[in-house]
């Protein structure tokens, strides 16, 4: 879930996400490898974005990248296994938005960012930057 606390553009940087990455046969193998890949747990560095360059997903799985303007009160729900990013913020403004990820119940929960072994010392809790 996406959702930003004020009305934003996409030169303020909205979220994007990629059309059918989700469900496209194209995407399988993606979502089979990095979809599923623990960054921290591999010691990938830096960001943890699969490119810097949307045009490169676009290039070699298809789909359509797919954003708005969205308004203060506004919410996207996607799956998580959908190719998403930021666009760039081109203002001299802040875009203040809030995600966050839900599953059910019976689902195994992701331990390093929720439980009783959580550790607030890894870099988890931050991401990978």
């Given amino acids: 879930v996406w959702i930003p606390f004020g009305d934003t ?3 303020l ?3 994007a996400v990629l059309e059918g990455s989700n469900w496209l046969p194209a995407f399988s193998k993606f979502q089979k490898t990095y979809g599923e890949c623990d960054l921290e747990k591999e010691g990938v560095s830096g960001s943890g974005w699969f490119t810097e360059s949307p045009s490169e997903i676009t290039k ?3 789909g359509r990248w797919k954003t708005t303007y969205f308004n203060a009160g506004d919410v996207l729900v996607f799956p998580s296994n ?3 990013m930021s666009t760039k913020n081109t203002t ?3 875009r203040i938005s809030c995600d966050t990820r839900w599953q059910r119940e019976t689902d ?3 331990t390093r960012f929720v439980g009783e072994s959580f550790d607030f010392n890894t870099k988890a809790k931050h991401g990978l930057w």
């Fill in 82 to 84: 959908t190719v998403h």
């Fill in 60 to 62: 070699r799985f298809g």
């Fill in 9 to 11: 553009s996409p030169d």
């Fill in 108 to 110: 195994p929960i992701d």
């Fill in 13 to 15: 940087g909205t979220v």
């Fill in 92 to 94: 001299n403004r802040i």
